[in-house]
Nanobody, 122 residues
Framework: VHLEESGGGLVQVGTSLRLSCTAS?????MGWFRQAPGKEREFVAA????????HYADFAKGRFTISRDNPKSMVYLQISSLKPEDTAVYSC???????????????????WGQGTQVTVSS
């Protein structure tokens, strides 16, 4: 499975941004992770292709929205009210199964994109 992210860039504090991830094929579920400078990669959100079931990291509830477009094989991550601490490389990943309590684990995902840089400037 080939995954490609897009939509990152330099944005202002308080604005919104939508990241996109294009998948060469739909397996079962997709996730978004991010890695800030000097920090470990962390889970943001996940979604299933079929029913659109979602799971969010606690910090992501309220400002982040994951969605998918099955005909286009695309997954999106909408981020609102951007903060400087949202600065990170955002990556999408593909998972063959869905176990809610495991979707925050990188080990749940088999394929990864290269990531797209989001820089939030104040």
């Amino acid at each position: 499975v080939h995954l490609e992210e897009s939509g990152g860039g330099l944005v202002q504090v308080g604005t919104s941004l939508r990241l996109s991830c294009t998948a060469s094929e739909r397996i079962w579920a997709m996730g978004w992770f991010r890695q800030a400078p000097g920090k470990e990669r962390e889970f943001v959100a996940a979604i299933t292709w079929t029913l659109g079931r979602t799971h969010y990291a606690d910090f992501a509830k309220g400002r982040f929205t994951i969605s998918r477009d099955n005909p286009k094989s695309m997954v999106y991550l909408q981020i609102s009210s951007l903060k400087p601490e949202d600065t990170a490389v955002y990556s999408c990943a593909s998972a063959a199964t869905w176990v809610t309590d495991h979707m925050s684990s990188q080990a749940q995902y088999q394929f990864w994109g290269q990531g797209t840089q989001v820089t939030v400037s104040s």
